[in-house]
């Protein structure tokens, strides 16, 4: 009977000292001093097992850790390349469509200049159709306020210059990039609270209220109209360029530019909201010549996630939206379904990495990196996922998911770092 009582002592001592505890009671201390709402799935690639679950079932906002199932889905889907245009000859013109393809002179990606010359060297008259773009400039649940701020770019077929205009002041006077854009460039003389360039809600107008400083920058969304792509177009290629409006026909040709994995990089690492409603834009139009990102949801949710434990409620390509729901258990099994998909080699390259590369490039500091994931970020919510390499060299997969707090997005970060060192120390 003393020896059953040993064992008995010794598997409670055990469970006591296990890291699954302290990690759930870390979790649950912060949820409660934070006030806020916590979910949290720790899964091991090589057994196949959930080591720590806490609200794994729970839905969450997820902010851009929906581009998680954006880069997913563009994997399945696009291929290699990103599709530029589609294109035939009539007669002595080219008509051409935009296939949504974000790289097109936006000054973040990899340049290639197939698209350029294409255009510029083209011996036919040009015509532009807008006929195959079906959906909103901005997204179902974004904030309507964000409108002027770099992170809400509208979603077009022909995006150019990441679809942004770029101000910049100096002891000269002003730039503006594009350079047609300067055309609606004013300075107001109208008091101000502040110095800044605000565009107008509906069109490209913009407005410089004076400030001291002698050098500054701005970066504002530009507002799409076809006519703008036809005015942007023609100004950038020193030619002309007509719209037309035609659907596009099957004998259309297709004209590649970029690696897509120039574009995933920039999308997982930096987080980049317009790469990844792009490319929404882009998966649609292979699957069906319309881009409408509800036509790239619809195929993934039917198709390719339709495995994941629970129902997911997604609306965009970016997680601007706060209509997108979803449970950290469906995202670590996403990431299980990635992992399976792409080499981890070639993986780990596309995803921020911590205390080396983007969003978290100032986090998760260690001599060997042992992060390797995707932020998200909206006011009062910020989630990490991806893979954690342990002391001992496994490859698990986490989801941390933090919603409806008030402390700062800091003070969540330094309690999330506290855990996921903690995880990488003790397995």
Request: proline letters at 5%.
């Amino acid at each position: 009977m003393r020896g059953f009582a040993c064992i008995i002592l010794t598997l409670l001592l055990g469970l006591a000292c296990s890291p699954r505890i302290g990690i759930l009671k870390e979790i649950n201390r912060t949820e409660t001093e934070l006030k806020e709402h916590t979910g949290f799935a720790l899964y091991d690639l090589t057994s196949k097992k959930y080591l720590a679950e806490y609200h794994s079932d729970k839905y969450f906002t997820p902010a851009s850790n929906a581009k998680i199932f954006t880069f997913y889905t563009s994997l399945k889907v696009l291929g290699d390349s990103a599709t530029a245009l589609k294109y035939v000859h009539r007669g002595d013109s080219i008509i051409f469509w935009g296939m949504g393809d974000p790289s097109f002179l936006y000054s973040r990606t990899y340049y290639d200049s197939s698209v350029y010359n294409f255009l510029v060297q083209a011996e036919d008259k040009l015509f532009y159709s807008p006929s195959n773009f079906e959906t909103s400039l901005l997204g179902p649940g974004w904030a309507w306020d964000d409108y002027p701020y770099n992170y809400s770019a509208e979603r077009s077929p022909f995006p150019m210059f990441g679809n942004l205009t770029t101000i910049e002041k100096n002891f000269t006077g002003f730039r503006v990039l594009p350079r047609y854009f300067m055309e609606h460039f004013t300075i107001a003389t109208d008091p101000h609270k502040r110095e800044e360039v605000i565009r107008d809600l509906d069109n490209n107008q913009l407005t410089y209220f004076p400030g001291k400083g002698l050098y500054k920058n701005w970066e504002l969304p530009y507002h799409y109209s076809s006519d703008l792509v036809v005015d942007l177009l023609s100004d950038t290629l020193k030619r002309e360029v007509q719209e037309i409006n035609l659907p596009i026909p099957s004998d259309a040709q297709s004209l590649k530019s970029i690696p897509l994995d120039s574009l995933y990089r920039v999308m997982m690492q930096d987080s980049d909201n317009f790469i990844a409603e792009q490319l929404l834009l882009q998966c649609a139009g292979i699957l069906s010549d319309t881009l409408n990102p509800e036509i790239a949801i619809k195929y993934a949710l039917d198709s390719l996630l339709n495995d994941l434990p629970d129902e997911l409620s997604w609306v965009d390509g970016s997680g601007l939206s706060r209509y997108n729901l979803f449970t950290p258990r469906s995202v670590v099994k996403l990431w299980e379904k990635i992992y399976q998909f792409v080499p981890q080699e070639r993986l780990f390259k596309l995803l921020a990495v911590g205390g080396q590369s983007g969003t978290i490039k100032n986090w998760y500091k260690k001599d060997v990196p042992f992060i390797f994931g995707k932020t998200g970020t909206l006011s009062n919510n910020h989630s990490l996922s991806g893979f954690l390499i342990t002391r001992k060299g496994k490859v698990l997969i986490f989801s941390m998911m933090n919603n409806n707090y008030l402390a700062s997005t800091n003070e969540v970060r330094i309690r999330m770092e506290k855990i996921l060192n903690s995880i990488h120390d003790k397995y």
